[in-house]
């Protein structure tokens, strides 16, 4: 089974940058807010806690067949972090690759249409990789402004739910 590896992805104002552990120091700044684990659950990470978890996703994940792909959101004009994206790839029933997506972005920069930039990055870049059929996300169906950000970057809902949340699905073609 192919792997897929994080590449730098560029759009007009972001530079999507593969995940260093490094990058604990300012992220735990950008994720600091309680209010971005309103849906998910949880609290924010200090930033032992954050390196910790950022050594763990960049070792990679234990399953030869999974790829974990994570990138943060470096804002070209200011040059600070602002938000992660992330794909989970792996092997479907059928053997072809399929992405889980998420993305999250910190309250200061909400507002913005970054995380649609980054979603629409993201799912551009992966729609381009050998293998991926299809892209899916997970949304609170009360969280509205993800559900955005999911059919801006060209997902659709699906009749299918899993942990109280609704499966978006984007089909990718061969």
Known sequence: ???VHAREISTARLVLVPLRVEHADEMADVLSDPALHAFTGGAPDDVRALRAR???MTAGSPDPAVSWCNWVLRLRDQGCLAGTVQATVGPDRDGALVAEIAWVVGT????RGIAVEAARALVEWLARQPDVRDVIAHVHPD???SA???AAAGL???????DGEVKW???CPS
């Open 156 to 162: 659709a809902p699906t009749d299918e739910w899993q």
């Open 1 to 3: 089974m192919p792997k």
């Open 108 to 111: 200061p920069w909400q507002g």
């Open 143 to 145: 969280h509205g402004a």
């Open 169 to 171: 699905l984007r089909e």
């Open 54 to 56: 950022y050594r763990r």
């Open 148 to 150: 955005a950000v999911a």
